[in-house]
């Protein structure tokens, strides 16, 4: 396993391993309310992308979504881990989806969280890199805002801190990276290659994302379970953890294997 990356695992090592990856500007930290409901049924792992929380930032690397899927299927190796069902919140479905392409073989089935299926149905104002003056935590906060609907929610303060870590470098290059994977072919496109199991979970009030159009882009997919969530915003796992670690139990149950 290369070591520029962080790697984290909670529950017991036999039980069937469940793969979560962040998304852009994240870090593994976005999944801490979910990963307690978890692991009574998994071997949970948690990774940090090259640029991100607590993995290293370098200038030069590539940051492209296939370059960060052969990173994670490198430590999956280095865990001794063959198969794992594989989980992603917004462009981290991206990733997701990237391993899955990249190595069939170790991902049994994938879960989207509110994962933007395309680029057209974007709607929230792009976001902007670090300028390279230090944000306030009001700043980072604000921009934050389009990521929660939850009235009155405020995201953990280490979300925060993860953010103002990165780098410009890091940053500009990670949301590049998603943009090229999006345009060069949409998810469902993807997706409905592969044949993978699927289930999508999809936040109703999402502010990102248009709800009604990737409900419907991934209704396309052959064999997949799409489950909008009333109430909820583009990050369930921090909106509502019982109700998205319940929706995903419930798929993993028929999807994990050990």
Known sequence: MTPEIHVRQDGPRDAPALLLIHGSASSSR????????LTGAHHVIRVDLLGHGRSAKPADADYRIPAQARRIA?????????????A????????????????????TALVLLDSGP???????PPLAPPSGEPLTDDEIRAAM?????????EPPQE????????????????????????????????????????LVLFGEDDRRWRPSSALAAYRAV?????EPLAGVGHSPMLEDPPRTAARLLAFTARSATP
């Open 159 to 198: 979300l925060v801190d993860d953010v103002r870590a990165m780098s410009f470098a890091s940053f500009a290059a990670s949301l590049q990276g998603a943009r090229e994977y999006l345009t060069e072919k949409p998810l469902p496109d993807r997706l409905t290659a592969l044949g993978t199991p699927l």
């Open 74 to 86: 490198a430590a999956l190796d280095h865990l001794g881990v063959a198969t794992a069902v594989v």
């Open 222 to 226: 052959p064999g997949a379970r799409v």
């Open 118 to 124: 395309s680029l057209d149905t974007y709607i929230a």
């Open 145 to 153: 805002a389009t990521a929660f609907s939850r009235p009155g929610y």
């Open 30 to 37: 976005s999944w801490d309310a979910l990963v307690p409901l």
């Open 88 to 107: 992603g919140h917004s462009t981290g479905g991206s990733s997701a989806t990237a391993l899955a392409e990249e190595r069939p073989d170790l991902v």
